[in-house]
């Protein structure tokens, strides 16, 4: 294990995600930072300037410092809340923006669970002198370039001497496409059939050169339409007809996209609500329910802070959401965790019209916090709180199988 003894303490995403939506200025952060880097053996600094880089919006500096971090020290540990540790948990990530790895620490703020970081990349694999750990989660996100890397894991993974969550093989099967195929014909979902398609193909649809329904078998206009590895409702579109999605080639310079079929979800007073579900070892909970009258739901643009009715609404749901939501759609959620086949799986899903769970999205890695301010959520932080606790039993239920 690299040494870390002329190093200051890792800050941690966590901490410095609170400090940003609370709106301190990490200007004068990231300056002590740098100026830490040129002296530090480690790589605290670079990695938490790393983090601070992308907060503000520079994601191709930033990633350039997270591998220079990398590069330095492959183990991180971010600070623990308690002073006595009950479950020691190594995470394995690669290099990437936030949304490229399971962000546990958001999970295990104030927690008595010790996490340890071990980042991998192609020419950076497992080091042979890991910190002890009761549990090993594998962080990293399914994606075109974390696909290779999954693999190296798998194989590095597979005589390991205790519990592994969220295995590898089964991340590797939550690309848009390949969701899609896992959940058809699963009882009250409706997932539209997703296609990667070239921009080739999809350029002939537009010019009315291939028909729609040769790439999609449910293929009508409109139509979603977005690059591969796009992720947040980057360069997402609802394409209205041919003539809409020539002008959307026009402007976007990717080789292969996804496009599936647009379900119109919006509720009996037009709006349109998006929910955040986790499972957690099988069971759903709820993150944030995101209400808007456009048809691309963000939590953080839906207008939630600003609308007292629409924060009533979140929390009602929140509050009945096991004898509600998660029990009208028992079935699916089981369907979905026996398919998936992944300890914590993260779901955006919304309603149709008659009554079927709509899955947007399953993957390992949305994020998931408590960081909202609490005198505009005051019910989020019981909420959360119970995800918290469900996810720290989730790690204790694996250490009691793994011991018996």
């Known amino acids: ?116 970081i071990v980042y991998v990349t192609q020419n950076q694999p497992l080091p042979a002198d890991l910190p002890d750990h009761d549990v090993l989660f594998v962080a990293i996100a399914q994606s075109d370039r974390n696909m290779p890397l999954l693999k190296q894991i798998d194989a590095a993974i597979a005589t390991w001497p205790r519990p592994i969550l969220n295995r590898p093989d089964r991340i590797a099967l939550m690309s848009r496409n390949e969701a899609c195929v896992l959940l058809k014909s699963a009882l009250g979902i409706e997932m539209p059939i997703t296609v990667r398609i070239t921009r080739q193909a999809l350029q002939q649809v537009a010019d009315r050169e291939l028909p729609l329904t040769n790439i999609l078998e449910d293929g009508v206009f409109p139509i979603i339409v977005r690059p591969v590895d796009s992720h947040a409702g980057k360069d997402l579109d609802k394409i209205d007809n041919s003539t809409v999605l020539v002008s959307y080639l026009q402007n976007m310079p990717n080789e292969e996209f996804y496009i599936s079929r647009f379900v119109d979800y919006r509720g009996q007073d037009g709006l349109f609500r998006k929910y955040r579900i986790v499972l957690i070892d099988g069971k759903p909970f709820v993150c944030h329910v995101g209400i808007s009258e456009h048809w691309m739901v963000h939590y953080l643009n ?103």
């Open 1 to 116: 294990m690299q040494s870390n003894e002329h190093t200051e303490p890792l800050i941690g995403l966590a901490k410095l995600m609170r400090m940003a939506y609370s709106g301190s200025d990490l200007a004068p952060l990231g300056t002590q930072l740098i100026e830490r880097a040129e002296t530090e053996t480690g790589g605290h600094a670079l990695m938490d300037l790393s983090t601070i880089l992308q907060l503000r919006g520079n994601r191709d500096l930033a990633l350039s410092t997270q591998a220079q971090a990398i590069e330095s020290q492959q183990i991180y540990s971010p600070p623990t809340a308690a002073d006595q540790v009950t479950v020691r948990l190594l995470a394995i990530m690669g290099v990437g923006d936030l949304m490229s790895n399971t962000p546990v620490e958001f999970l295990l703020e104030d927690s008595d669970v010790a996490l340890d």
């Open 302 to 404: 839906a207008g939630m802070a600003e609308n007292a009715e629409k924060r009533a609404e979140e929390e009602r749901f929140m509050i009945d959401f096991d004898n509600g939501f998660a029990r009208k759609h028992g079935e699916a959620f089981r369907a979905i965790n026996e398919r998936a086949g992944l300890d914590y799986l993260g779901i955006d899903c919304g309603e149709t019209a008659d009554g079927k769970l709509l899955i947007f999205e399953i993957d390992s890695c949305m994020i998931v916090h408590a960081i909202d301010p609490v005198d505009i959520f005051p019910y989020k932080q019981p909420q959360m709180h119970k995800v918290f606790s469900a996810f720290r039993q989730m790690l204790l239920n694996a250490m009691q199988r793994s011991a018996t």
